[in-house]
Structures are given as C-alpha cells and as structure tokens.
Nanobody, 121 residues
Framework: QVQLVESGGGLVQAGGSLRLSCAAS????????MGWFRQGPGKEREFVAL???????NYADSVKGRFTISRDNAKNTVYLQMNSLKPEDTAVYYC???????????????WGQGTQVTVSS
C-alpha cells in the first residue's frame, strides 16, 4: 500500500511559477512510476506528466517546455516544477503512482488527495 500526500498548491498570477511536491509512504517508492494528473473546473481528469522508475519522463503537449517532473528516491518524493503558468492550468493537481503500463493508460494504482492550483489572469 502506498499513501501519497501533495503540497505546494496555491494562487499565482499568470506567468508565475509553483512547485508541487508529493511525499510517498512505502519502501518500494523507487520501483513505481510516478505522475501528475489534473482536473480543471468542469473538465475531465487529464494526464500532465510522468516519471518512470528509471527517470525517463513523459509530458502532455500542453505543458511541454513549461513543466518539469523529477523525483528524489532518497526522500520518497516526486516534484512538479511549473513555470510560465497560464489561467488554463488552473486545476486540482493529483499525484499518482503505480505500474508504468497502468500509468500510461491513465489508471494509476494509487492517488493522492489533490492540491488546488489557481492561476489568475
């Protein structure tokens, strides 16, 4: 069982930056793929970024070049650095973990509770 706790959300002006953190419990953190998903107002949950256990990364086209996902296995933590934020990035951001195949299908094994990011214009 893995528990995920996000932090770092908040209100920021367009063009600003935020860094989200996700602390994971469990001794097998380094073996999981980790990722971020988001759900904006009135929208379906969507994929944002993914980091494999070997540190390869995948990004949604909408965030490429602006967001960076990273992980620190010694701290059981995954990060999402978000730069050049836009109002359309406003969403609840969810940390996720699991098998890489299920992560790529948008069906992680574990979810965090979510953290709100609001970008004002």
């Amino acid at each position: 069982q893995v528990q995920l706790v996000e932090s770092g959300g908040g209100l920021v002006q367009a063009g600003g930056s935020l860094r989200l953190s996700c602390a994971a419990s469990g001794r097998t953190f380094s073996s999981y793929a980790m990722g971020w998903f988001r759900q904006g107002p009135g929208k379906e949950r969507e994929f944002v970024a993914l980091i494999w256990s070997g540190s390869s990364t995948n990004y949604a086209d909408s965030v490429k070049g602006r967001f960076t996902i990273s992980r620190d296995n010694a701290k059981n933590t995954v990060y999402l650095q978000m730069n050049s934020l836009k109002p359309e990035d406003t969403a609840v951001y969810y940390c996720a973990a699991g098998n890489i195949v299920r992560m790529l299908k948008g069906a992680p094994d574990y979810w965090g509770q979510g953290t709100q990011v609001t970008v004002s214009s």
